[in-house]
């Protein structure tokens, strides 16, 4: 597991040590003195091309490959395309080369939606065969570690499962949903009460169920999934849910949408707005028909999950 220390990383190595059918080596940059007594926790360093992965390859089955950079000061210009692609390609196709090496039957690499697109147009969910349109330079890393991990593939007996996730929220996440739930807490009014659009969330209970079944699988093998709650949502209802589900009033203002597209325009900020007012809607069938998954969890109790105490 790499990123153990991550939000991702971190729930899907509680989760597979609660079930008690894997043995878990928890990597992380340095070590994880906090892990269960039964985890290895192994200490990489940095993460790039030229880590070092033999000692902690040695015995593994399959690597859940959750770590690599997402946030970064100036996350688009242009200087910042080399710094993702040395950590999200470039560490990512080292690590998988050094997994074949090494015997690793199965390789699961936790992508993004980005790598589709910015948004979907209505009714027509993206799709795994959708053709790619990373929108920055994040997704764009993150498709071409797709493409360097499906080569390996071709070229050595690993298997490689590619998942993309939309935005995923539960307790202690980090980035937009953070600093969100954040201010919800707070009680602030939000003004997204005329957005009327439809957007596929994923909760991370959800998703580590469906990362720990790609692990195990045998149609997972080699496939790309698209997967969600199964239950699409406005950002107005995605809000007002959150609140509920601490016991507040929506405290939704109708500000309308092209005010908001205005105030971003303005402020440097348009490509957030657009991720909070379009659409971007996922079609999770394959995950469904391939490897018959359906969410754990209703969005309800996603949603209760990722408020509770704890919360970032």
Excluded at 48 to 74: F, K, Y
Excluded at 103 to 111: L, P, T
Excluded at 122 to 137: I, V, Y
Aim: charged share 15%.
């Amino acid at each position: 597991m790499t990123g153990a220390n991550g939000f991702i990383g971190s729930a899907l190595t509680s989760y597979l040590v609660a079930d008690r059918l894997h043995s878990v080596v928890a990597q992380s940059r340095i070590r994880n003195n906090q892990l269960a007594p039964s985890v290895e926790s192994v200490a990489t360093g940095n993460f790039d091309s030229n880590t070092d992965w033999q000692n902690a390859l040695c015995g593994v089955e399959a690597v859940i490959h959750t770590a690599g950079m997402v946030h970064w000061p100036e996350r688009d210009s242009p200087s910042t395309l080399a710094r993702f692609r040395a950590v999200n390609l470039g560490g990512s196709v080292n690590l998988a080369r050094q997994a074949a090496q090494a015997g690793v039957r199965r390789f699961v690499f936790i992508s993004s939606i980005g790598v589709n697109g910015l948004y979907t147009e209505a009714g027509r969910p993206f799709k795994e065969s959708d053709l790619p349109q990373p929108h920055n330079h994040y997704a764009l890393s993150k498709f071409e570690a797709e493409q360097g991990l499906r080569q390996i593939a071709t070229e050595t007996t690993l298997e490689v499962v590619i998942v993309r996730p939309p935005l995923v929220y539960g307790a202690q996440a980090p980035g937009n949903f953070g600093a969100l739930s954040r201010l919800l807490k707070l009680g602030c009014p939000m003004p997204f009460g005329s957005v009327k659009n439809l957007r596929s969330f994923v909760a991370l209970d959800n998703l580590v169920h469906f990362i720990a079944l790609c692990v195990t699988h045998p149609s997972a093998a080699n496939q790309l999934f698209l997967v969600s709650d199964g239950h699409d949502l406005s950002t107005a209802e995605f809000v007002a849910g959150l609140r509920q589900s601490i016991g507040q009033s929506d405290r939704l203002v109708r500000v309308p949408v092209w005010i908001l597209r205005a105030a971003a325009m303005l402020t440097g900020q348009s490509d957030s707005i657009e991720r909070l007012c379009s659409n971007l809607q996922v079609d999770m069938n394959q995950a469904s028909t391939l490897l018959g998954w359906q969410p754990p969890f209703a969005v309800a109790e996603g949603l209760r999950r990722a408020m509770r105490d704890g919360a970032a």
